[in-house]
C-alpha cells in the first residue's frame, strides 16, 4: 500500500526560501528561526571530515578475495560504528550524475509558478514545496524540495516533471536505473558483512521502492538561526545522497552527540542507513540522524535516493540476527504502513522508529 495524502492540515502560509533569498533581506521570517535549543550552532561543529569512512566499490565488484575481505570489514565497522559512509569507484558514469544534478538545477530556477504547477499535498512526498509540514506553529526548513515516488514505475510519474522534454526523461531514467543497480549491489554486500547470504534482502524485499527527492538550500541571510532540513533518520533501507558540485557543505551527521559535516568527495555518493535496516538487522547497523545546514553565501544542491521494499512486504528483526543475548527490539509490520507514518509525521531525529519498537514490560 502506498502512503496516502491526509486531509484536511492546516499548514498556514509557508514561505517559498528561494523568494525570501531573491528579496535580499537581511533577516529571516519569524516561522524559520529555530527555538535556542534546536539552532545549529555553526562555530562549534567539528571538522573531521576524514572520519567518515570511504568505501571502494571496486574492491568488493573486482578485487579478488583479500581486497574483497578487507573491504567488506570496512563496509561492517561503516555501518556499525556510523551508519553512513561514502562510496567511490561505484561505476556510474560521472555524466549520469552531473545530468541529473543539471535538470535538478534547472528545475529550481523556473519562475515559482512553474514550480508551483506541482504542489506537493501534506502528507505527501512528492512534488513541489515543503514536506513533512503537519501544523500552523511548526518551524519551517530553509529548504525546496522536488520530490518523485519512483517506485518500480517511475514512468508514471515524470508526467509531473515540467515540459518533460525527452533529455529530462532519461536523465532521470538513466540515474534510477543505475543508483538502484548501486543499491541491489550495495544490499547484497552489506547482507555478506553480517554474515548472510547475499541475496537475502533482494529475495525479501520484494520489487523494490524507489522515490528520489532534490533539495535546493538556497543562501541564507541567517544560517545561524534555521535548519536547512531538520534532525532526521531516513524511513528507507538505504539512502543514496548525491551533493551537488560546487555546492557548500551542509549535511551533517550525529556522531556521539556531535554534529560531523560530510564534506563532498568529487563523484563519490553518499550511502546511509535507514529505519528498515535498523529491524531487520535488530539494531546492529542503525539509522543514524541528521541534517542540513544552510550557508551565508552559497547555495546548495543535494539529490537524495530512497531505496525500500515493496509496501506489501511484512518486516521485522531477521530470526539469523537474535539471539537470546540480543531479543526481539522490534514488533513486525507492514512496510507500507511504516511509509505512511513517516511521510505524515513531522521530521524529528528517530522518533518515527518509534512505530516499531517494542518498549519491554516491567515484570512482577
Ligand atoms: O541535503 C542533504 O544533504 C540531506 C538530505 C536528507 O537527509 C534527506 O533528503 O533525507
Ligand atoms: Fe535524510
Given at each position: 500500500m502506498a502512503p496516502t495524502p491526509i486531509f484536511p492540515v492546516k499548514v498556514g502560509h509557508i514561505d517559498d526560501v528561494q523568494e525570501l533569498r531573491k528579496a535580499k533581506q537581511s533577516n529571516v521570517p519569524q516561522r524559520f528561526v529555530r527555538d535556542m535549543a534546536e539552532r545549529p550552532e555553526l562555530a562549534t561543529t567539528v571538522t573531521h571530515p576524514s572520519d567518515i569512512p570511504v568505501i571502494d566499490l571496486s574492491n568488493l565488484v573486482k578485487g579478488g578475495k583479500a581486497r574483497f575481505q578487507a573491504e567488506i570489514l570496512k563496509l561492517t565497522a561503516a555501518c556499525e560504528e556510523w551508519g553512513f559512509f561514502q562510496v567511490i569507484n561505484h561505476g556510474i558514469d560521472v555524466e549520469v550524475l552531473s545530468d541529473i544534478e543539471k535538470m535538478a538545477m534547472e528545475f529550481f530556477m523556473l519562475p515559482l509558478e512553474e514550480k508551483q504547477k506541482y504542489?506537493?499535498?501534506?502528507?505527501?512526498?512528492?512534488?513541489?514545496?515543503?514536506?513533512?509540514?503537519?501544523?500552523?506553529?511548526?518551524?519551517l526548513d530553509w529548504c525546496n524540495m522536488f520530490a518523485l515516488g519512483l517506485e518500480p514505475h517511475y514512468m508514471r510519474n515524470l508526467s509531473l516533471w515540467p515540459k518533460n522534454p525527452p533529455t529530462f526523461s532519461?536523465?532521470?531514467?538513466?540515474?534510477?536505473?543505475?543508483?538502484?543497480?548501486l543499491c541491489k549491489s550495495l544490499m547484497s554486500f552489506i547482507a555478506v558483512s553480517l554474515g548472510l547470504n547475499k541475496d537475502v534482502f533482494e529475495d525479501m524485499f520484494g520489487v523494490a521502492v524507489q522515490a528520489v527527492r532534490m533539495n535546493y538550500y538556497p543562501a541564507c541571510p541567517r544560517p545561524d538561526l534555521v535548519m536547512g532540513l531538520s534532525?532526521?533518520?531516513?524511513?528507507?533501507?538505504?539512502?543514496?545522497?548525491?551533493?551537488?558540485?560546487g555546492s557548500s557543505v551542509g549535511l551533517q551527521i550525529l556522531k556521539n552527540n556531535t554534529w560531523v559535516p560530510v564534506q563532498p568527495i568529487p563523484n563519490a555518493l553518499v550511502i546511509n542507513i535507514g529505519d528498515t535496516i535498523e529491524v531487520l538487522t535488530n539494531g546492529r547497523y542503525k539509522s543514524v540522524e541528521h541534517r542540513a545546514v544552510t550557508n551565508k553565501e552559497k547555495d546548495r544542491l543535494s539529490i537524495v535516493t530512497f531505496y525500500a521494499p515493496s509496501y506489501d512486504i511484512e518486516l521485522g528483526p531477521m530470526p539469523e540476527l537474535m539471539d537470546e543475548k540480543n531479543p526481539t527490539k522490534f514488533r513486525r509490520y507492514n512496510h507500507g504502513e511504516y511509509s505512511k507514518h513517516y511521510v505524515t509525521n513531522k521530521l524529528q531525529g528517530k522518533k518515527t522508529l518509534e512505530f516499531a519498537k517494542i518498549h519491554p514490560q516491567a515484570s512482577f
Amino acid at each position: 500500500m502506498a502512503p496516502t495524502p491526509i486531509f484536511p492540515v492546516k499548514v498556514g502560509h509557508i514561505d517559498d526560501v528561494q523568494e525570501l533569498r531573491k528579496a535580499k533581506q537581511s533577516n529571516v521570517p519569524q516561522r524559520f528561526v529555530r527555538d535556542m535549543a534546536e539552532r545549529p550552532e555553526l562555530a562549534t561543529t567539528v571538522t573531521h571530515p576524514s572520519d567518515i569512512p570511504v568505501i571502494d566499490l571496486s574492491n568488493l565488484v573486482k578485487g579478488g578475495k583479500a581486497r574483497f575481505q578487507a573491504e567488506i570489514l570496512k563496509l561492517t565497522a561503516a555501518c556499525e560504528e556510523w551508519g553512513f559512509f561514502q562510496v567511490i569507484n561505484h561505476g556510474i558514469d560521472v555524466e549520469v550524475l552531473s545530468d541529473i544534478e543539471k535538470m535538478a538545477m534547472e528545475f529550481f530556477m523556473l519562475p515559482l509558478e512553474e514550480k508551483q504547477k506541482y504542489p506537493m499535498a501534506p502528507g505527501t512526498v512528492q512534488g513541489y514545496g515543503q514536506a513533512f509540514v503537519f501544523s500552523e506553529d511548526q518551524k519551517l526548513d530553509w529548504c525546496n524540495m522536488f520530490a518523485l515516488g519512483l517506485e518500480p514505475h517511475y514512468m508514471r510519474n515524470l508526467s509531473l516533471w515540467p515540459k518533460n522534454p525527452p533529455t529530462f526523461s532519461e536523465s532521470i531514467e538513466n540515474y534510477s536505473r543505475e543508483i538502484r543497480k548501486l543499491c541491489k549491489s550495495l544490499m547484497s554486500f552489506i547482507a555478506v558483512s553480517l554474515g548472510l547470504n547475499k541475496d537475502v534482502f533482494e529475495d525479501m524485499f520484494g520489487v523494490a521502492v524507489q522515490a528520489v527527492r532534490m533539495n535546493y538550500y538556497p543562501a541564507c541571510p541567517r544560517p545561524d538561526l534555521v535548519m536547512g532540513l531538520s534532525p532526521h533518520s531516513d524511513g528507507s533501507a538505504l539512502t543514496v545522497l548525491q551533493q551537488g558540485k560546487g555546492s557548500s557543505v551542509g549535511l551533517q551527521i550525529l556522531k556521539n552527540n556531535t554534529w560531523v559535516p560530510v564534506q563532498p568527495i568529487p563523484n563519490a555518493l553518499v550511502i546511509n542507513i535507514g529505519d528498515t535496516i535498523e529491524v531487520l538487522t535488530n539494531g546492529r547497523y542503525k539509522s543514524v540522524e541528521h541534517r542540513a545546514v544552510t550557508n551565508k553565501e552559497k547555495d546548495r544542491l543535494s539529490i537524495v535516493t530512497f531505496y525500500a521494499p515493496s509496501y506489501d512486504i511484512e518486516l521485522g528483526p531477521m530470526p539469523e540476527l537474535m539471539d537470546e543475548k540480543n531479543p526481539t527490539k522490534f514488533r513486525r509490520y507492514n512496510h507500507g504502513e511504516y511509509s505512511k507514518h513517516y511521510v505524515t509525521n513531522k521530521l524529528q531525529g528517530k522518533k518515527t522508529l518509534e512505530f516499531a519498537k517494542i518498549h519491554p514490560q516491567a515484570s512482577f
